[in-house]
């Protein structure tokens, strides 16, 4: 019913930057915070960046900044432009959204698919 897709990622030397972009589609009554998770290898994901809709921020202390989260409201997109990236940021990132799509049943978690980034050193 929901889709989020993401573009963007890819291989870029330290200090380099890249710019993710998310859209969620289908059958959406209304999208509440969106944002982005990273999953280095063997590790566990971890939430990077969030915002609401109402354009309040949220980072991971190891990404401010250094990393700008941005959303469209009337496009239901979110971007994510990283600047000064370490080699630790290689991981692969994951568009997150909270979309409600019957406003009875209240908003439900959706995923993207996810977009490898890799940093080189």
């Known amino acids: 019913q929901v889709q989020l897709v993401e573009s963007g990622g890819g291989l870029v030397q330290a200090g380099g930057s890249l710019r993710l972009s998310c859209a969620a589609s289908?059958?959406?009554?209304?999208?509440?915070?969106m944002g982005w998770f990273r999953q280095p290898p063997e590790k566990p994901r971890d939430l990077v960046a969030s915002i609401t809709s109402d354009g309040s921020t949220y980072y991971a202390n190891s990404v401010k900044g250094r990393f700008t989260i941005s959303r469209d409201n009337a496009k239901n997109t979110v971007s994510l432009q990283m600047n000064s990236l370490k080699p630790e940021d290689t991981a692969v990132y994951y568009c997150w959204s909270t979309v409600v799509v019957n406003p009875l049943l209240g908003g439900g978690d959706y995923w993207g698919q996810g977009t490898q980034v890799t940093v080189s050193s």
């Open positions: 289908g059958n959406i009554f209304s999208v509440n915070a």
